[in-house]
């Protein structure tokens, strides 16, 4: 790479992020990830799209994939994404993702890609089965936010590695092209209490989608009920609450669950162990299960209303998307002419 201090891209600051419509949205999608979109977008221009794409690098049933994609668009509504605000769009009705990801695929290098913890994980013990896709799934990813020539892109912890190879493709790309500050080097915006919600069940693996366990993760259509019924039953030690927070460290179930309450809470975890400090989980627990039922209770309400209008969502993705294609084919043209392909 190059030796020279790389040139600092100088257009607009803009936010991008995505979800896959890949199996029921749970509280670590919308502490990590919904909740910062609905933040951002009053401060920053805001690109949100739903990853139907990304989607199929796993079998996905075609008559139920644009449905799916209907529910990922209502919970971001749910949590408050405006459409007046943010630009709301499906992945696939804009094409020039598809085209800049092939021209990254080119300039990625399969050593960078073998890193990806994600694709060791996502395929297992099965990789020669799994699909092409799947692997170059960053490289897509890296064109989602470049293709907007995104700064800031809001996600969970789970996504770092990522943002980290979407660097390396932007840098990449101006460098051999030499076009200092053509693309951005996107910021991954990580921090805060919700960026990394463990399993209920286990305190140390990622709350998922994929755990087989329902009972491992709170659903953002779960009812009271069943919210309430998760955390009593979520895993934990016979000790009181610690009083400080290396103590709190120590205890991966405690910690996850102060984590969410400060989440929801919008507090510290210093702060809720100053309130809980001391108190056994029979205390602890149903604080929390009353938070989270007053706090997702509406979210999951107002998803089910706006499901009921599947009509209106599509009007505004439809709108999002031409929004959204404005925004990308610019870009495109630009990188055709940079790489030398064909005019016509
Ligand atoms: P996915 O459902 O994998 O498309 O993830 C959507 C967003 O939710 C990404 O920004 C993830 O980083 C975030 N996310 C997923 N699981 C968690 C979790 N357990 N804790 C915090 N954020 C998460
Ligand atoms: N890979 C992300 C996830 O699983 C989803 C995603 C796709 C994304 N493209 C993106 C997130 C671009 C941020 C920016 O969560």
Request: charged residues 25%; hydrophobic residues 45%; proline residues 6%.
């Amino acid at each position: 790479m190059t030796d020279q201090a790389p040139v600092p891209y100088a257009g607009p600051v803009r936010v991008l992020s995505g979800v896959q419509p890949s199996g029921a949205l749970h509280l670590g999608n919308y502490l990590g990830a919904l909740v910062k979109f609905a933040r951002l977008q009053h401060e920053m221009d805001t690109f949100i799209f739903v990853a139907d794409m990304h989607a199929i690098t796993v079998w996905q049933d075609p008559a139920l994939l644009a449905d799916q994609t209907r529910e990922i668009a209502a919970a971001y509504l749910a949590s408050g994404l405006d459409p007046a605000k943010a630009t709301i769009f499906p992945q696939s009705a804009v094409r020039e993702h598809a085209e800049l990801a092939w021209i990254f695929n080119c300039v990625a290098r399969l050593g960078w890609l073998d890193r990806m913890t994600q694709f060791k994980e996502k395929s297992g013990k099965h990789k020669e089965r799994s699909s092409v896709g799947l692997y170059t799934y960053p490289v897509l990813q890296a064109a989602d936010i470049l293709v907007y020539k995104a700064t800031h892109v809001p996600v969970g912890e789970d996504q770092k590695q990522h943002l980290e190879l979407t660097r390396d493709i932007a840098g990449k790309f101006n460098h051999d092209f030499d076009r200092p500050g053509f693309f951005p080097l996107p910021d991954p915006l990580i921090q805060g209490p919700g960026a990394r919600i463990m399993s209920l069940r286990d305190g140390t693996a990622k709350m998922s989608k994929s755990d087989p366990s329902d009972n491992s993760r709170i659903n953002l259509t779960d009812d009271a009920d069943a919210i309430a019924q998760k955390i009593r039953k979520a895993k934990t030690d016979p000790e009181p609450l610690p009083e400080n927070l290396e103590d709190l460290a120590a205890r991966p179930e405690a910690d996850n669950l102060v984590g969410i309450y400060g989440a929801l809470a919008e507090m510290t975890k210093a702060q809720v162990i100053a309130e809980f400090g001391g108190k056994g989980f029979g205390t602890f627990k149903p604080a929390l299960a009353d938070l989270a039922v007053a706090k997702l209770g509406p979210v999951g309400e107002a998803m089910r209303r706006f499901l009921g209008d599947r009509a209106e969502i599509d009007r505004i993705l439809a709108a999002g998307a031409e929004k959204a294609r404005e925004a990308a084919a610019p870009t495109v043209a630009e990188v055709r002419e940079i790489v030398g392909f064909w005019k016509g």
